[in-house]
């Protein structure tokens, strides 16, 4: 048997619940019962013969594919699936044809507007489609700019 953390939910099984309720994410996760899930072993401990398996692992074809796909500098459009104190998650939609798993990108609360930001609630909404830069690459995930976009005001 092994164990499937649930930080390690694709992005397409992650339960996202406003407010982090813990009822309503365990109701989120019981639908995952008896699903056939595709995972990566990240983590195995031969004495005890248990290990840890990732969904969202990517094998490392699949992380050189999906940076060469979005590189940074380049804009796509994306939705917004998460709002946290921190910033806000994107789901970015590939161009032509691409077929490797995107784990959702963050836009870091410092990158969503060139003035101080003190809820990204302000400034994005969850489900709002938008335009969004891509500045770079943090653990295998998009890091994005919402304040890329926008003109630099005069100091």
Same mark, same amino acid.
């Given at each position: ?6 930080? #390690?939910?694709?992005?397409? +099984?992650?339960?996202?619940?406003? !407010?982090?309720?813990? $009822? ?9 019962? *008896? ?10 401990? #031969?004495?005890?013969?248990?290990? =840890?398996? /990732?969904?969202?692992?990517? /094998? ?22 998460? =709002?946290? $104190?921190? !910033? ?7 161009? !032509? !044809?691409? $077929?490797?798993?995107?784990?959702? *990108?963050?836009?870091?609360? /410092? ?15 969850? *489900? ?9 690459? +943090? ?5 994005? /700019? ?7 005001? #005069?100091?």
């Amino acid at each position: 048997m092994a164990f499937l953390p649930v930080s #390690q939910l694709s992005q397409e +099984h992650y339960p996202r619940v406003e !407010g982090g309720d813990k $009822n309503k994410i365990f109701q989120q996760l019981t639908k995952l019962v *008896g699903k056939e899930l595709t995972v990566k072993i990240i983590d195995l401990d #031969q004495k005890t013969d248990k290990f =840890i398996v /990732s969904e969202k692992a990517l /094998s490392r074809e699949e992380t050189r594919e999906m940076m060469e796909h979005f590189r940074p500098g380049e804009i796509f459009d994306g939705t917004i699936t998460a =709002i946290t $104190n921190f !910033g806000a998650f994107v789901r970015l939609e590939p161009k !032509g !044809g691409f $077929n490797v798993a995107v784990p959702d *990108g963050l836009i870091h609360i /410092s990158e969503l507007d060139w003035g101080l930001v003190r809820d990204p609630r302000e400034i994005v909404k969850e *489900g709002e489609k938008i335009k969004i830069k891509i500045i770079g690459f +943090h653990q295998g995930r998009p890091t994005l /700019s919402l304040k890329a976009l926008k003109e630099k005001p #005069q100091s």
